[in-house]
Nanobody
């Protein structure tokens, strides 16, 4: 399974971005998909995840009410809509997939990772 993120960029505080995660290879609509981010000098941080059905979603407290995850299995895509962005949201955002459908915040339980896309929020 290969994952490729896109949609990152520079945005002012309060603005919005939509990140996309395109999957290819031996994908399955039963895979759970998560988004993680890593800022310079900081550890990788869980952002959000969606289960294989697209019904169950998990969000970090820091992004609840501002970020929304969704998936379109017909296109093999997962999206991260980010609204009301803050400078502290600045990071490299990566999507990851795991063959088990259950949601988890633990990055070690994800089997496939993309390279990441940079999001920079200016104040």
């Amino acid at each position: 399974v290969q994952l490729v993120e896109s949609g990152g960029g520079l945005v002012q505080a309060g603005g919005s971005l939509r990140l996309s995660c395109a999957a290819s290879g031996r994908t399955s609509n039963t895979y759970a998909v998560g988004w993680f981010r890593q800022a310079p000098g900081k550890e990788r941080e869980f952002v959000t995840a969606i289960d294989g059905s697209g019904v169950m979603k998990l969000y970090a407290d820091s992004v609840k009410g501002r970020f929304t995850i969704s998936r379109d299995d017909t296109k093999k895509m997962v999206y991260l809509q980010m609204n009301s962005l803050k400078p502290e949201d600045t990071a490299v955002y990566s999507c990851a997939a795991r063959t088990g459908g259950l949601l988890t915040q633990r990055p070690g339980l994800y089997h496939f990772w993309g390279q990441g896309t940079q999001v920079t929020v200016s104040s």
